[in-house]
């Protein structure tokens, strides 16, 4: 069971050691391309801190909207397929500039926030995703929620998939994750979190805590 865990999202918890700390204790880093937040000099430092942790990195791309960090709907609203293709193909490339840079090869890409959601329900948007990364590059990974459309919308575009779970995000009786504007929607208990990866590792490859989360460092140690 690979841990994952969303990184380059914050100033602070790069320059205070959080995120250095949280590299010790996870095999993937999902580095933020400097879109939904973060900045251009966040996500080259994030790389070459994954390089120094010997931690496989990859592209976080998400929609260009830090008021909200990259967690409001825009599909339909203000972004097409044609868009989103656009957009997570930029975001992908500069990833993949940073981590050549830092010396890495981009091992995955996992969408971020709404177009992560939007994907899972959403054979369009999953389809576009797929496609913004095959402009850049073809053998990486593709992480997506477990059970959800863009599993099999990722596979038919040709890419290997990581099947995902969360260990720090309630779920819908659907299968797809309770929003974060719903009362009990994140898990802040390392034993909940526990528990829950134990019940949801027979269906997934990764498990993701939120570098964000309440107790994301006691929860990755219980994890481990």
Same mark, same amino acid.
């Given at each position: 069971m690979l841990i994952n865990c969303d990184l380059g999202e914050s100033e602070l918890m790069a320059a205070d050691g959080r995120q250095q700390k949280i590299l010790t204790?996870?095999?993937?880093?999902?580095? +933020? +391309?400097?879109?939904?937040?973060?900045?251009?000099?966040?996500?080259?430092?994030?790389?070459?801190? +994954?390089?120094?942790?010997?931690?496989?990195?990859? %592209?976080?791309?998400?929609?260009? &909207?830090?008021?909200?960090? /990259?967690?409001?709907?825009?599909?339909?609203?203000?972004? &097409?397929?044609?868009?989103?293709?656009?957009?997570?193909?930029?975001?992908?490339?500069?990833?993949?500039?940073? %981590?050549?840079?830092?010396?890495?090869?981009?091992?995955?890409?996992?969408?971020? /926030? %709404?177009?992560?959601? !939007?994907?899972?329900?959403? /054979?369009?948007?999953? !389809?576009?995703?797929?496609?913004?990364?095959?402009?850049?590059?073809?053998?990486?990974?593709?992480?997506g929620l477990a059970k959800s459309v863009m599993i099999g919308v990722f596979r038919r575009q040709g890419f290997v998939v990581l099947r995902e779970a969360f260990a720090d995000r309630r779920y819908t009786a659907e299968g797809l994750l309770v929003p974060r504007t719903s009362t009990g929607a994140l898990i802040h208990d390392p034993e909940q979190a526990h528990r829950q990866l134990l019940q949801l590792k027979q269906f997934s490859d990764t498990i993701c805590v939120h570098s964000d989360s309440p107790n994301s460092l006691q929860i990755l140690r219980a994890l481990n």
């Open positions: 204790m996870i095999q993937l880093a999902n580095v +933020c +391309c400097g879109a939904h937040a973060g900045t251009v000099d966040l996500t080259r430092l994030t790389m070459r801190q +994954c390089y120094e942790a010997k931690v496989r990195a990859g %592209a976080h791309p998400g929609y260009p &909207d830090p008021n909200h960090f /990259g967690r409001r709907p825009l599909f339909g609203s203000e972004y &097409d397929a044609q868009q989103i293709r656009e957009l997570v193909s930029e975001q992908v490339a500069f990833a993949k500039e940073a %981590a050549e840079a830092a010396g890495l090869a981009l091992y995955h890409v996992k969408p971020h /926030g %709404a177009l992560y959601n !939007e994907a899972a329900e959403n /054979g369009e948007v999953a !389809e576009a995703i797929a496609i913004g990364v095959r402009k850049v590059l073809r053998d990486v990974f593709l992480i």
